[in-house]
């Protein structure tokens, strides 16, 4: 029921900061678990960030603990991907995802927004 839109991603040296955002539609957004994905050319999807229901409990990936906080917004429909001290392993395209599970298996989530690239240069 709910539908995602990404914003925020683009160009950005190492070292920087970038926020996303996902816009979610309809009026069941409480109700999901969200989470941040990302795929680089020729990878797979990997998990990024999850938060659960509440916003009260959060996981990240190893790879990006320290540098990126996710955070959810339930009043406004929004879900949010701080991004700092960003290097070029980071490029990739960003995907948010809702699921009725907090996982970090993508398989888990149903519905997902078309994402929005981030470019690291070095």
């Known amino acids: 029921q709910v539908q995602l839109v990404e914003s925020g991603g683009g160009l950005v040296q190492s070292g920087g900061s970038l926020r996303l955002s996902c816009a979610a539609s309809g009026h069941t957004f409480r109700s999901y678990v969200m989470g941040w994905f990302r795929q680089a050319p020729g990878k797979e999807r990997d998990f990024v960030a999850a938060v659960d229901r509440s916003g009260g409990s959060t996981n990240y990936a190893d790879s990006v603990k320290g540098r990126f906080t996710i955070s959810r917004i339930n009043f406004k429909n929004e879900v949010h991907l701080q991004m700092n001290s960003l290097t070029p392993e980071d490029t990739a395209v960003y995907y948010c995802?809702?699921?009725?599970?907090?996982?970090?298996?993508?398989?888990?989530?149903?519905?997902w927004g078309q994402g929005t690239q981030v470019t690291v240069s070095s």
């Open positions: 995802a809702a699921g009725p599970f907090y996982d970090s298996d993508p398989a888990r989530y149903n519905t």
